[in-house]
């Protein structure tokens, strides 16, 4: 067996350490999987708005409580408060007039899915019709042309982000969860609404009369910290 010089020996560590040097860089560079990189942009999901600001932003989950929806707007019109209603298909398709009066009001729309489902069960074309029917709806409605989308339940997939983007979407989460859907006590939902309340945080709330009982309070709570309500699209910008 013939033996190896001191400078074939040399080579060989060099070229081994070129190799390790390389594997590292490039698995320095490899996306994150909670921030996969699609079509050359971040698609990951938003959690919370600009921290740099004293605002916080209410999001409304709609596929019911029409006549709550009325009571919200006059409520937040009260204090000077624009918020996010994120709607859904069906529910816009059978309340034209309360979604234009949404948009009448200065509040924002966005997309909450057509029927309510389970996205992160959906395959990538069932997830990007769900969300491009609801977006044709609330344009032929309205005008309004959305580009935020809270999948119904949090519930989503990484093909559910890909179809956002690839519609011109943000997938827009939360940071605050009153729960309100569940537990139907006003007091519940102004401690969730205001404990520890932070700069740019995205508070879900939605179309109960328990929540809308809790509203005022709310709004005179942030109005006292000197935080101002606006929409997500406003509390997100910058981040």
């Known amino acids: 067996m013939r033996k190896l010089t001191v400078k074939k020996v040399?080579?060989?560590?060099?070229?081994?350490?070129l190799s390790i040097v390389?594997?590292?860089?490039?698995?320095?560079?490899?996306?994150?999987?909670?921030?996969t990189i699609y079509g050359g942009e971040n698609y990951a999901p938003i959690y919370n708005g600009?921290?740099?600001?004293?605002?916080?932003?209410?999001?409304?989950?709609?596929?019911?409580?029409?006549?709550?929806?009325?009571?919200?707007?006059?409520?937040?019109?009260?204090?000077?408060?624009?918020?996010?209603f994120f709607v859904g298909g069906c529910w816009a398709?059978?309340?034209?007039?309360?979604?234009?009066?949404?948009?009448?009001?200065?509040?924002?729309?966005?997309?909450?899915?057509?029927?309510?489902?389970?996205h992160n069960k959906l395959s990538l074309e069932n997830n990007i019709k769900e969300i491009e029917n609801n977006h044709k709806v609330v344009k032929a409605?309205?005008?309004v042309e959305m580009n935020l989308f809270a999948p119904p339940s949090g519930a989503f997939s990484e093909k559910t982000l890909i179809a956002a983007q690839k519609l011109g979407y943000k997938t827009i989460?939360?940071?605050?969860?009153?729960?309100?859907?569940?537990d139907k006590d006003e007091n519940l939902v102004f401690t969730r609404a205001t404990k520890n309340v932070e700069n740019g945080d995205l508070i879900l709330m939605h179309p109960k009369e328990h929540t809308k009982n809790a509203l005022s309070k709310i709004l005179e709570f942030y109005?006292?910290?000197?935080?101002?309500?606006?929409?997500?699209?406003?509390?997100?910008?910058?981040?």
Request: proline share 1%; hydrophobic share 45%; net charge negative.
């Open 173 to 182: 989460m939360w940071s605050k969860d009153t729960i309100d859907w569940r």
């Open 50 to 84: 600009a921290k740099d600001r004293a605002e916080v932003a209410l999001m409304f989950n709609v596929y019911e409580g029409t006549d709550v929806v009325k009571g919200i707007l006059d409520i937040l019109d009260s204090y000077g408060a624009k918020s996010t």
């Open 141 to 143: 409605i309205t005008g």
């Open 93 to 118: 398709d059978d309340n034209n007039e309360m979604l234009m009066e949404i948009v009448s009001r200065g509040h924002e729309l966005a997309n909450h899915g057509y029927f309510h489902l389970e």
């Open 22 to 35: 390389v594997a590292i860089a490039v698995f320095a560079f490899l996306p994150e999987k909670s921030v």
């Open 10 to 17: 040399r080579v060989i560590s060099s070229i081994i350490m």
């Open 223 to 239: 109005k006292e910290k000197g935080i101002t309500v606006v929409t997500v699209t406003q509390c997100i910008e910058g981040i």
